[in-house]
């Protein structure tokens, strides 16, 4: 059974970081392709960042230079480097993985068949 959960939520000013991290279980974790995606209240759910098995990523234009995708395959973790927080990067934050993508891996391309249960990220102005 695949389970995705995530971590590393919370409060934070704006210019702050925040570290994300989804632990992955139930399956082989580098035979799945992972991304981490956010809805905000009162908005549709927006793909934030993708990355492939071979450490390509595709990032959202609104965090592009200020986040960060990675994972750790040993641990079957996958994480997200939030800097310069914005407030508008307030949101749930949810981990989601995909047994296949289009190549090169695009997130705007990125169709999960597993999602984690989100981890909550708001930023203060």
């Known amino acids: 059974q695949v389970q995705l959960v995530e971590s590393g939520g919370g409060s934070v000013q704006a210019g702050g970081s925040l570290r994300l991290s989804c632990a992955a279980s139930?399956?082989?974790?580098?035979?799945?392709?992972m991304a981490w995606f956010r809805q905000a209240p009162g908005k549709e759910r927006e793909g934030v960042a993708a990355?492939?098995?071979?450490?390509?990523?595709s990032y959202a234009d609104s965090v592009k230079g200020r986040f960060t995708i990675s994972q750790d395959n040993a641990k079957n973790t996958l994480y997200l480097q939030m800097n310069s927080l914005k407030p508008e990067d307030t949101a749930m934050y949810y981990c989601?993985?995909?047994?296949?993508?289009?190549?090169?891996?695009?997130?705007?391309?990125?169709?999960?068949?597993?999602w984690g249960q989100g981890t909550q990220v708001t930023v203060s102005s």
């Open positions: 989601a993985a995909a047994p296949f993508v289009a190549v090169p891996i695009n997130i705007h391309n990125f169709y999960p068949f597993q």
């Open positions: 990355i492939d098995s071979d450490g390509s990523t």
């Open positions: 139930g399956y082989t974790y580098s035979s799945y392709y």
